[in-house]
């Protein structure tokens, strides 16, 4: 059985992690396949929006402790960070869609893309301090820009547990659904990123991401340089013309 799923549908790619006997624990040849399919999805323009999620009710429950990487723990940490830096780095919108567990990397896994959908059921839980281990998966980075300082320094030093309610309330996810709502909510938001402008979405991600490292000015060149070059994109010609004669846009037809 295969421990990375990959599924194709209308623009949405959906990664599941697949152990689910471990509750999709990460091990090192888990860590190698996401890093082929995600560098693959980068630069697969057919892929215009990415669902990352698990099977059999977990998200991640972070590493697979049963699988020893010694004496080679620096490369394996390295390709761990590979994964987190593909996932957000990716030119196109990552929603993670997580059900039951999401601890220690998984964790900040599930934080890595740009959206974070949570089921019910959905536990979330830096709990590496309990382990005698140190953050891993972006968490460091992560953390501090969701919830502030002085609450990733409580949730980690603690290794709090936290709902999905709760995790919502607290900023660390989009939203919380019912876990009989999960499937439908994350399919409506995939889908309606895969209809949208796929180069105006990957820019406004890249800007996104880098507000906490520019200045005020420099943000604001950089949005000139980008939206004087999105003027003339086909999808802004295209979202014109939709404006125009008051339909939807069509920006898959702008991209073929």
């Known amino acids: 059985m295969a421990d990375l799923l990959v599924d194709r549908a209308d623009g949405v790619v959906t990664v599941t992690l697949n152990r689910p006997k471990r509750r999709n624990g990460v091990t090192w040849p888990l860590i190698e396949e996401l890093v082929r399919e995600l560098e693959h999805i980068a630069g697969n323009a057919h892929d215009r929006a990415v669902v990352l999620t698990g099977a059999g009710g977990a998200f991640c429950s972070g590493m697979d402790l049963a699988e020893s990487v010694a ?115 994350v399919d409506e938001w995939a889908r309606t990123l895969a209809d949208g402008p796929a180069l105006a979405l990957s820019v406004m991600k890249k800007e996104l991401n880098k507000a906490y490292e520019s200045s005020f000015s420099e943000a604001v060149e950089t949005e000139s340089l980008a939206q004087a070059f999105s003027f003339s994109s086909a999808e802004a010609k295209e979202g014109m013309r939709a404006f125009l004669q008051r339909r939807p846009a069509r920006f898959r037809e702008s991209a073929s």
């Open 71 to 185: 004496p080679d723990e620096l490369p394996f940490m390295r390709r761990v960070g590979q994964v987190v830096t593909l996932l957000h780095e990716m030119p196109k919108p990552v929603i993670a869609k997580v059900a039951g567990p999401a601890v220690g990397f998984g964790c900040n896994l599930a934080f890595a893309g740009d959206l974070t959908v949570a089921g019910e059921s959905a536990v979330f839980g830096e709990i590496f301090a309990e382990r005698g281990l140190t953050l891993d998966g972006g968490g460091s980075w992560i953390l501090p820009r969701l919830v502030g300082l002085a609450k990733a320094k409580e949730l980690v030093f603690f290794s709090r547990r936290v709902s999905g309610a709760e995790a919502e309330r607290l900023g660390l996810v989009n939203l919380t659904v019912p876990d009989e709502d999960l499937d439908k909510t």
